[in-house]
């Protein structure tokens, strides 16, 4: 495989009669190329060439195990066409590395597994969720996006669907964000299917673990496979369904060249297998609405009286004036009144309450340290940052650990901030709506929220759970869990009540993303609460005005993604438009899109310089400046488009220009 763009191509070689027998299409070999020994993957097997020189011979087989079924190349061709990538860059994230002594072990093909019998009352909760069940029974390609009630155990739900698929003589592709969503799905599975058919892939396991594993599916003896992100190529045959987990966490999208996320990759392989394809989760993302709205995918949605008889009480800010009457500082509170009130009620009913936080040490923003508005550059209205002291300035680093510590305690605005977008340095803030000088982090962090809870509720359990000290589940008793996104325990009765605070961090991004991950987080946390009958209550430390917060207290993630949509299709914005980001150099972005002979009606957008955040592209040293360019075409050109940029960065790579550029098909934040 080589990793030269201009060099994407299938290479003729001769085969000597000692290695015919081994040399069979799929199997790993070692030729040689330009007087150097690289590995590749036999595609086929010929009696003639359309080569006019000299072929040279195969140099060895390494191993006659066909590890690139014709499935997999299929689906890695299709990856490489959707993302603008190279198909060595495809192949090194869709076959893992060899283990030659897990490859000699024997593993003897099972038979069908034995399956419980499928309860199909879960699913008739949900409009279409029994015809769903049932299409799988008889093996059709039904393909739905799954919105899931409050409180539902989804993996029981996603666990009875590959059942009834396993049943019927299909195999199954289970994808989730992480590891204690494997666990959780695990569990769920191996209580209605045979252990010995079912196996995890992770990036935590060892490589003789994995390997073996990778090679049960591959063989035939596993018909269940769960994973992350790069199990979405896993070598299953007569796959019957896929289904996708919490599509919008950021783990499903693959850092490394090309860069697709696991949903894409999940429904380009559902759509050349002709199987039935789920996506689920609490939340919803703009691009699983799209394939309902495009037709491609049913709808699985309970009906309104069902969600109210599920979900819990949903409070937030009132914004009438009466909050402001009992309780005036209930607007820049951290932690108001009602929020407090919330929280005793729950303990003394011995529920546990849970109290979300956005991630410790993230600091997106700044904001005013007396009414939490954010701070803004008074010339481009961008996000300040605090400019470190003795730093260099506008362009240069900023956000030193120690600024940063200092904002989360709250300080003067000196000695600087910075605008992320225009690079202006302000040497003070006034903020514009109550007039104070302060400044202060958006985040306070899990670690500091827990030492305020505990002086709030003295007396009381208070756990933790961020980074890497995650619990799985908390007792049900009594006791404040303070917990990051993505990290809330799970609790056997559910909480009684839920806190989400510092709600500005998560809505104050600027990112096309940020209310839909923001409702993402929220729902997330809130279905672990007991449902209003039960006394649950939520509360968001947020403004009740705000549509990512009615859609929650609504509990309507339909209804925002409907108008997330349609606010992106009127401003052309993905997924009702395809968006390429260049980055790198001027000159290196410049002459790209020169060679790749764009589509006629491409719109390009830039430059700009590269967002704050966002990865340099590799080779670029730190002090030279990164330009961004975005491409946008019409939904349909898509494939154009990326066939398009494959051929310039093809173009430069056989000129041997070395400046790095880096493509991104639709990349998972803009802003």
């Not at 040490?361 to 700044?366: A, C, D, K, R």
């Not at 680093?397 to 904002?407: E, I, Q």
């Not at 009381?460 to 869990?481: F, K, N």
């Not at 260049?582 to 972005?589: I, L, Q, T, Y």
Request: net charge positive; with cysteine; hydrophobic share 45%.
């Amino acid at each position: 495989m080589l990793s030269v763009p201009h060099l994407d191509r299938e290479f003729d070689y001769l085969v000597s009669a000692e290695q015919s027998d081994d040399a069979q299409p799929g199997v790993r070999v070692r030729v040689r190329f330009h007087g150097r020994l690289v590995d590749g993957f036999v595609l086929e097997r010929r009696n003639d060439t359309d080569h006019h020189g000299k072929l040279g011979w195969l140099d060895r087989v390494v191993s006659p195990e066909p590890v690139l079924i014709p499935e997999t190349r299929r689906l890695v061709d299709a990856v490489a066409a959707r993302y603008a990538g190279t198909r060595p860059d495809v192949l090194r994230l869709a076959v893992p590395a060899r283990h030659a002594r897990v490859e000699r072990e024997t593993t003897l093909r099972a038979g069908l597994p034995v399956v419980a019998p499928v309860d199909p009352s879960g699913w008739e909760l949900y409009g279409r969720g029994g015809q769903f069940l049932a299409a799988l029974a008889k093996s059709r390609a039904a393909r739905a996006v799954w919105q899931a009630l409050p409180g539902e155990s989804w993996a029981e739900r996603l666990a009875e669907a590959a059942a009834q698929t396993i049943g019927a003589g299909r195999s199954v592709l289970a994808i989730v964000p992480d590891q204690r969503d494997i666990d959780v799905l695990w569990k769920a599975t191996t209580a209605r299917i045979e252990e010995h058919s079912v196996v995890a892939l992770s990036a935590g396991l060892g490589p003789a673990a994995r390997y073996r594993r990778w090679l049960a599916a591959l063989r035939g003896s596993a018909r269940l496979v769960i994973g992350t992100r790069s199990a979405a190529f896993a070598p299953l045959s007569d796959l019957g369904l896929v289904m996708v987990w919490a599509d919008g966490d950021d783990s499903l999208a693959e850092p490394r060249a090309p860069y697709p996320h696991a949903r894409e990759v999940a429904m380009l392989r559902a759509h050349q297998g002709r199987c039935a394809a789920l996506i689920g989760g609490y939340a919803r993302t703009t691009e699983a609405h799209s394939l309902v709205c495009n037709g491609w995918a049913h709808d699985i949605v309970a009906a309104r009286p069902v969600v109210r008889a599920h979900a819990p009480r949903v409070v937030a800010l009132d914004d009438s004036g009466y909050a402001e009457e009992r309780d005036p500082a209930a607007r820049t509170a951290r932690l108001p009144s009602i929020a407090l009130r919330s929280a005793r009620s729950a303990l003394q009913s011995g529920a546990p309450v849970l109290v979300q936080v956005p991630r410790r040490g993230y600091v997106p923003s700044l904001a005013c340290g007396r009414c939490r508005a954010i701070a803004r550059c008074r010339q481009c209205t961008g996000p300040l940052a605090l400019l470190e002291q003795g730093g260099p300035g506008p362009g240069g680093s900023t956000n030193s650990a120690r600024a940063d510590a200092a904002a989360m305690e709250g300080m003067a605005a000196e000695p600087g901030m910075v605008c992320r977008w225009c690079g202006r340095v302000e040497p003070s803030l006034r903020c514009a709506r109550c007039g104070s000088e302060t400044v202060r982090a958006v985040v306070i962090g899990a670690r500091r929220t827990a030492e305020e809870l505990g002086r709030a509720f003295p007396g009381t359990v208070v756990i933790t759970s961020a980074g890497g000290a995650i619990v799985g589940e908390v007792a049900d008793r009594p006791a404040l869990v303070v917990a990051t996104p993505g990290a809330e325990p799970r609790a056997p009765g559910g909480y009684g009540a839920a806190l989400l605070l510092d709600t500005w961090a998560l809505l104050g991004r600027q990112d096309l993303r940020a209310a839909e991950d923001a409702l993402s987080r929220w729902m997330t946390a809130a279905a672990l609460v007991r449902a209003r009958a039960a006394g649950g209550v939520v509360t968001v430390v947020a403004e009740s005005a705000i549509p990512t917060v009615q859609s929650l207290i609504r509990w309507d993630p339909v209804g925002h993604a409907e108008a997330e949509l349609a606010a992106r299709r009127e401003v052309g914005l993905p997924p009702t438009v395809h968006i390429a980001a260049v980055d790198g150099g001027f000159e290196a972005v410049s002459a790209l899109l020169d060679a790749a002979q764009l589509p006629d009606e491409a719109d390009v957008l830039g430059p700009v310089d590269l967002p704050a955040g966002a990865r340099r592209p590799a080779g670029i040293p730190a002090e030279a400046p990164v330009t961004r360019m975005l491409v946008r075409v019409h939904r349909e050109q898509g494939l154009e488009l990326a066939a398009s940029l494959r051929r310039g960065v093809g173009v430069l790579s056989a000129r041997q220009a070395h400046q790095p550029v880096r493509v991104h098909i639709d990349p998972l934040h803009i802003g």
